[in-house]
């Protein structure tokens, strides 16, 4: 593999559909219908939110592809930072927020400590394995 993200991967699209045609007409359904011009919200304002999404999961051909069609749309280089910005501060006040489970699991894990001997629970943690897959 030359480039792992290249732009010409995309062309690949077509053949991933005839292996898997039910889901994958289902999705470009799906997908086309929520892209679709709606009284609610325009398609530009759609692409603006792709932009955004695209960011937080990180996925460049999607930055790519919705990033054009912001462009194509009117979109401005401003409006696009503006809600990478929004993007950015609820992405870290996800993770801020998310910390009261870090905390939860601290404290649950003092008084497990505290209820059980400390050497048989280690033990047995270590012989379960990983409980996380994430």
């Not at 979109?75 to 998310?98: D, N, Y």
Request: glycine content about 4%; aromatic content about 6%; proline content about 4%.
């Amino acid at each position: 593999m030359s480039h792992y993200y290249d732009r010409s991967n995309l062309s690949r699209i077509p053949d991933m559909v005839k292996l898997a045609q039910p889901a994958a007409e289902a999705y470009l359904a799906f997908e086309q219908e929520a892209y679709a011009e709606s009284e609610i919200l325009p398609v530009r304002t759609k692409e603006l939110i792709a932009v955004a999404v695209a960011h937080v999961t990180g996925c460049p051909y999607c930055i790519d592809v919705h990033v054009r069609k912001f462009k194509s749309l009117g979109g401005t280089r401003e409006e696009i930072v503006q809600a990478l910005m929004v993007a950015a501060s609820t992405r870290a006040g996800a993770v801020l927020s998310h910390g009261t489970h870090a905390l939860m699991a601290y404290e649950e894990s003092e008084r497990d400590a505290e209820a059980a001997d400390l050497t048989d629970k280690a033990s047995a943690t270590a012989a379960e394995g990983p409980e996380c897959f994430c």
